[in-house]
C-alpha cells in the first residue's frame, strides 16, 4: 500500500523439494522463481543460501511456465489489502486446490524477506524505488535521497 493505492510489488512461486513437507526456505529444500506480471516463471530459481538454477528439482526446465490463476490471484490480493490500510508491506501466500480455485494460505504483516526475491525479479520496488525513496527520506525529515 503506496499512497492510498494498492501495488504488487513482486510475485514468485516456492517450490518446496522432493520429499519435504513444507516450502520452508530456512532449510535451504525450497527454490524460489520469480514470476512476471503475466503470470510467467523468470529463468532460474534460488534458494536462500544463493544456488542458482535453471531447472526445477526434477529437472524440468523454470522457464517458460505459466501460473495458473495469476491474475485473479493479483486481483483478489489488491481487493483484500485495502482491509488492511495501516500496513504498507504484505506477503500474501496462494495455492490453487484440487478444484481450479485459488486458495489463500496465509498474509504477513511483518517484514517481508526480500533478498531471495529481489535476487529473482530486481529491486523491491522496482519502478517504483526513487518514488518510494524519495517519500520514505522526505519523512524522515534529515536524511534525503539523491539519484
Not at 528439482?57 to 489488491?78: A, N, Q, V
Not at 486458495?103 to 525479479?121: C, D, F, H, M, R
Request: proline share 4%; charged share 25%.
Amino acid at each position: 500500500m503506496f499512497k492510498g493505492e494498492v501495488h504488487i510489488l513482486s510475485a514468485h512461486m516456492r517450490v518446496g523439494a522432493p520429499g519435504a513437507l513444507t516450502d520452508n526456505a530456512s532449510g535451504g529444500k525450497v527454490y524460489i522463481f520469480g514470476i512476471s506480471e503475466d503470470g510467467q516463471t523468470g529463468e532460474y530459481g534460488v534458494n536462500l543460501f544463493g544456488k542458482k538454477t535453471l531447472n526445477d528439482f526434477y529437472g524440468e526446465p523454470i522457464k517458460g511456465r505459466k501460473l495458473s490463476h495469476h491474475g485473479e490471484i493479483c486481483e483478489i490480493i489488491k481487493k483484500a489489502h485495502r482491509s488492511f490500510p495501516y500496513f504498507g508491506f504484505m506477503s500474501w501466500d496462494f495455492c490453487v486446490n484440487d478444484k481450479d480455485e485459488p486458495v489463500l494460505i496465509e498474509y504477513n504483516t511483518g517484514s517481508p524477506e526480500a533478498l531471495a526475491y529481489q535476487i529473482t525479479t530486481g529491486p523491491l520496488f522496482g519502478d517504483m524505488t526513487d518514488e518510494v525513496l524519495s517519500d520514505a527520506a522526505s519523512k524522515m525529515g534529515r536524511i534525503r535521497y539523491f539519484k
